[in-house]
DNA sequence: CTGCTCGTGAGAATGATTGTCATGACGCTC
DNA sequence: GAGCGTCATGACAATCATTCTCACGAGCAG
């Protein structure tokens, strides 16, 4: 019975620290194949399978973010917070921000309450269009 | 060039009458999956694809509400608030409570434009335990 | 250095979802 | 009620993301 932290046992391979390091140049959620592909045009020779252990990893240990797309593909990012926090995303070019909001959080539970529910959780993510994509006169739709 | 309302194009089948009905004697959200095999454990003689197809085209016209799981299969479910409104879902039993909160869209919304981002959109699902299942002895983490 | 184990890689396997296409069912017209 | 154009259906193949398998190679402790 190994309690808690098994961020020891972890070996530090080659791959693992490409896969970090190309993380960490991207700005926008990207699928897992977007960053193999991003690895290989960079000269990186990991496997597909490694970069998705490897992101599954990392994200179990809060050290990335994942956000499950409309298709249900799961996109992944290296975030500036690295606690709870959500996710304003535009929805044509992918910029995002990072934000928190201490009062939704307060009132989402409060409702759950209401409703007796307890040990609550949530996904909470924003899309819209950022400053750069506002509809004006280019509609892509 | 057909432009919008194309809904009373769409012919009244058997299929599609018997996977409302199913629909709509189920509380809690499930899968195509799950659909197909209750409709065949109910006699119903409807293809898979057709299930799916159908969950499609009446969760496209807001007759249906999709929700996509965290492993990425999408979970459909006939709610009674045919307008936007959110759901608590037990992550036990699956019991689903329909909630409407308008300070956290607005909230949001507010936060969305201090960013600069518009025509905004946003996915809010609340999980927790429901009373019959809340932790006072077996915690699960 | 030596060995034990975990991580890796290539491809197969899985599982949900979508595409294909011939046949059947709707709803309309006469 | 029969005929007809069209959309919907069903069986199965195809696709796509993700996971599994398993032999081999690379970390790291002794």
């Known amino acids: 019975m190994t309690v808690g932290d098994n961020s020891g046992m972890q070996r530090n391979t080659r791959q693992r620290a490409a896969i970090l390091e ?5 700005d926008d959620f ?3 194949q ?9 000269g990186e020779t990991v496997g597909l399978a ?5 992101l ?3 994200s179990r240990s809060d050290r990335l973010d994942v956000l499950v797309a ?3 593909e799961a996109l992944y990012r290296q975030c500036e917070d690295t606690g709870h926090h959500h996710h304003l995303v535009c929805r044509e070019c992918g910029r995002t921000v990072e934000f928190l909001a201490p009062k939704l959080e307060n009132a989402m539970t409060a409702i759950a309450h209401e409703h007796g529910f307890t040990d609550v959780d949530h996904t909470l993510e924003v899309f819209g269009l950022c400053s750069d994509h506002a509809e004006g006169g280019v ?3």
Chains 1, 2 share one sequence.
Not at 22 to 26: D, I
């Open 22 to 26: 190309t993380l960490s140049r991207q």
């Open 30 to 32: 990207r699928s897992a």
């Open 34 to 42: 977007q960053i193999h592909e991003q690895m290989k045009a960079d």
């Open 50 to 54: 490694t970069v998705y252990r490897n």
């Open 56 to 58: 599954q990893v990392l």
């Open 70 to 72: 409309g298709d249900g």
């Open 139 to 141: 509609e892509t739709r």
